[in-house]
């Protein structure tokens, strides 16, 4: 029966080390770095939508719909073309699409619905691919409403 007792007790020392038992700390793998789940187009009716009375606009391997939603906030839904690579380079190229939108989240006008098309092209890094969505986002924006 002691054993069990310093067992736990190591169990605890190990497990929970004093900075994480503290109520005041904030994990930082606790913080949501991802789109809620109002941001993102999941509907079929609502992609249809944007693709039939959306505007289109286009910048190197990145095609851009965008149509208004009358809602009080955008949404985004990023597609890669057919042959994108593999299911990595596909879920890669999401997740850089979507945080480089949720990032600049404030400097994109709200209310509209965007389905981002990726296509295979020349392989860019981080930020050329931001500073081409971010010109992508900023002349939709300014075009559509």
Not at 48 to 75: I, M, P, Q, T
Not at 76 to 86: D, E, F, Q, T
Request: aromatic letters at 10%; a positive charge; proline letters at 2%.
């Amino acid at each position: 029966m002691d054993s069990e007792l310093v067992w736990q007790q190591r169990a605890d020392v190990w497990y929970w080390p004093e900075e994480e038992l503290r109520a005041d700390t904030v994990l930082p793998s606790l913080m949501r770095k991802s789109l809620t789940k109002k941001q993102i187009i999941r509907l079929k009716a609502d992609i249809d939508n944007v693709f039939k009375a959306g505007k289109r606009f286009s910048l190197s391997c990145f095609k851009l719909y965008v149509c208004e939603n009358n809602l009080s906030y955008s949404r985004l839904i990023v597609i890669p073309a057919r042959h994108y690579g593999n299911s990595v380079q596909r879920n890669l190229i999401r997740r850089q699409v979507k945080e480089i939108w949720r990032t600049n989240q404030e400097r994109i006008k709200e209310g509209l619905d965007m389905v981002v098309i990726v296509y295979q092209g020349k392989d860019l890094d981080y930020e050329e691919k931001e500073g081409t969505l971010l010109d992508l986002f900023m002349k939709s924006s300014s075009l559509v409403g």
